[in-house]
């Protein structure tokens, strides 16, 4: 089956700078790749996706890269803000199942 | 217009029991999937339902079944619990297929075996 592995597990960074977290993915057939959020005894919330068509999406401060030779995807968080402190997760959907990596813990310093 | 809904939200049972689990998905999805997540780690693929058939299914026993109602929601159910099992539960509902298009999770069921 598909396997998702994401780095680094945790990551601080200083209030105003980027944030890069990284996965790769094992299934070359897998097609839909999507970011998820998860603040301390909240449900995961969906800040961004892309598809296997795609190569970058933006979203204000966030943009996710996609490099399907490499079989690598990345979530790119610029000028870090306090409320960006959360788990996140990287996914990967093949036959329409969600795969998910193991979380990076993001915490902003102020 | 509500989002998914979960319940129980905390549930302490003891191994060797069962439980239920339920999820009520946002009005007009039609596919309903199961996660568990253990802490720690991201959640794990156990089901997906879609116009109340069974579409999918993760790498967990027989322990574990579910099904989907006329009106879309859900029960996730676990026999003979053990200890492993104490985990968040999350139920995801989206529009189509999840990988189609976005899963929207609900807060979750959290489940305690003694």
């Known amino acids: 089956g598909e396997n998702v592995e994401q780095h680094p597990s945790t990551l601080s960074v200083q209030e105003g700078d980027s944030a890069v977290i990284k996965c790769t993915y094992s299934d070359s057939a897998s097609n839909y790749f999507p970011w998820y959020k998860q603040e301390l005894g909240k449900r995961p919330q969906l800040i961004i996706d892309?598809?296997?068509?795609?190569g970058e999406k933006k979203d204000q401060r966030i943009a996710v890269t996609l490099n399907k030779t490499a079989k690598h995807f990345s979530l790119h968080i610029t000028e870090t803000q306090p409320e960006d402190s959360a788990v996140y997760f990287c996914?990967?959907?093949?036959?329409?199942?969600?795969?998910f990596g193991s979380g990076t813990q993001l915490t902003v310093l102020p | 217009d509500a989002g998914v809904t979960q319940s129980p939200t905390h549930l302490i049972k003891t191994r060797g029991q069962h439980v239920t689990l339920r999820c009520s998905p946002i009005s007009g999805h039609k596919s309903v999937s199961w996660y568990q997540q253990v802490l720690g780690q991201g959640p794990q693929f156990i089901f997906q339902y879609y116009e109340k058939e069974e579409r999918g299914r993760g790498n967990f026993p027989d322990r574990f079944s579910a099904r989907q109602f006329p009106n879309y929601s859900s029960e996730l159910n676990v026999n003979a619990l053990l200890l492993g099992d104490s985990a968040l539960y999350l139920c995801a509902s989206s529009l189509r297929f999840q990988g189609d298009t976005e899963a929207f999770f609900g807060q979750g069921t959290r489940l305690t075996v003694v």
């Open positions: 996914a990967a959907s093949k036959l329409r199942q969600l795969t």
């Open positions: 892309i598809r296997s068509n795609v």
